[in-house]
């Protein structure tokens, strides 16, 4: 079964500062891999999604990559901002989901830049 | 524009009680998900439907009912079967003849008082 783990939990930066979340997988037979955006008490926002076949995929000041081989992506944020907190959590639909491409989520990183 | 427009935004439920959470898409997306949230046990998926008339038991689905009459339209019925209710419940659709990733609702928080 995929399993999803993402390290730091926490993470507490002051502003202007470059950052790397880390997402790791168990499981390296995906679809794609998504990464979201989820503000206190609201729903997901869409950040990057890379597909299996890609290395990696940019927006603005987000980078991410994915290596499949290794069951590993990171999202990287450059030049940090108050405005970045929140929770950032990745997720993939494994190919043993099939068409349904039912994601696993890991429990995400809870990202505070200060200003 | 497009998206997706989960109601309400909160709702409190009874012991006993069915209560009824809104899904509705605009973006003619064929795939319909919902998920639930818990604090420290990220999302884990109650049901889903990947076409009109269809859909799947996720994970979680002791406890819940769906219907899926409409392509736009995909709602969850919490029923008093569901010990635990209360979470932050998200719905999400998805695209399923491009290879394309999801979309997400602003959920409904759902408490029991």
């Known amino acids: 079964k995929q399993e999803v783990t993402q390290i730091p939990a926490a993470l507490s930066v002051p502003e202007g500062e470059n950052l790397v979340l880390n997402c790791s997988f168990t499981?390296?037979?995906?679809?794609?891999l998504q990464w979201f955006r989820q503000d206190p008490g609201k729903g997901l926002t869409s950040l990057l999604l890379?597909?299996?076949?890609?290395r990696e995929q940019t927006s603005g000041r987000l980078n991410a990559s994915l290596d499949k081989s290794s069951g590993r992506s990171t999202l990287y944020i450059a030049a940090s901002q108050p405005g970045d907190s929140a929770t950032y959590l990745c997720?993939?639909?494994?190919?043993?989901?099939?068409?349904?491409?039912?994601?696993?989520f890991g429990s995400g990183t809870q990202l505070t830049v200060l200003p | 524009d497009g998206g997706i427009t989960q109601s309400p935004k909160y709702l409190f439920r009874k012991e006993g009680q069915n209560v009824t959470l809104s899904c509705e898409q605009n973006?003619?997306?064929?795939?319909m998900y919902w998920y639930r949230q818990d604090p420290g046990q990220g999302l884990r998926l109650i049901y889903y439907?990947?076409?009109?008339?269809?859909?799947q038991k996720g994970d979680i689905a002791e406890g819940y009912s769906v219907s899926r009459e409409k392509k736009e339209s995909f709602p969850l019925t919490v029923t008093s079967a569901q010990k635990n209710p209360t979470a932050f419940y998200l719905c999400?659709?998805?695209?399923?003849?491009?290879?394309?990733?999801?979309?997400f609702g602003s959920g409904t928080r759902l408490t029991v008082v």
């Open positions: 997720a993939v639909p494994p190919i043993s989901s099939g068409s349904a491409r039912q994601l696993t």
């Open positions: 999400a659709t998805r695209l399923t003849q491009r290879n394309y990733g999801y979309t």
């Open positions: 890379i597909q299996s076949s890609q």
């Open positions: 973006l003619n997306h064929d795939a």
């Open positions: 499981d390296s037979a995906i679809y794609n």
């Open positions: 439907s990947q076409i009109v008339n269809d859909f």
